[in-house]
Nanobody, 115 residues
Framework: VQLVESGGGSVQPGGSLRLSCRAP?????MAWFRQAPRKEREGVAA????????????YVADSVKGRFTTSKDNAKNSLYLQMNSLKPEDTAMYYC?????????WGQGTQVTVS
């Protein structure tokens, strides 16, 4: 299972980027994580689509709330991360993860640099 990420790059503080992640099959949970140099990987955002939840359940970390939003296109098995008002501390490798049949798969990561 390969997750295909795109959208990273370099931007000045206050700028915006949009990350995309596509899974090869339907997945009930997709998430974004990031890892900065010498720091632990942290969860950024996630969307859970449960059979009985009546809709998507979305999580966004407090550190990015109000600046980042995540969305999911179930028809395309894709997850997006819209990042606005970027700060230097958002600089990190961003990873997409997807839960497929109870197993988590990870993308190769896409670098986001804010400077």
């Amino acid at each position: 299972v390969q997750l295909v990420e795109s959208g990273g790059g370099s931007v000045q503080p206050g700028g915006s980027l949009r990350l995309s992640c596509r899974a090869p099959v339907a997945t009930y949970c997709m998430a974004w994580f990031r890892q900065a140099p010498r720091k632990e990987r942290e969860g950024v955002a996630a969307i859970y689509t449960g059979r009985y939840t009546g809709g998507d359940i979305t999580y966004v970390a407090d550190s990015v709330k109000g600046r980042f939003t995540t969305s999911k296109d179930n028809a395309k098995n894709s997850l997006y991360l819209q990042m606005n008002s970027l700060k230097p501390e958002d600089t990190a490798m961003y990873y997409c993860a997807a839960a497929i049949r109870g197993v988590w798969y990870w993308g190769q990561g896409t670098q986001v640099t804010v400077s």
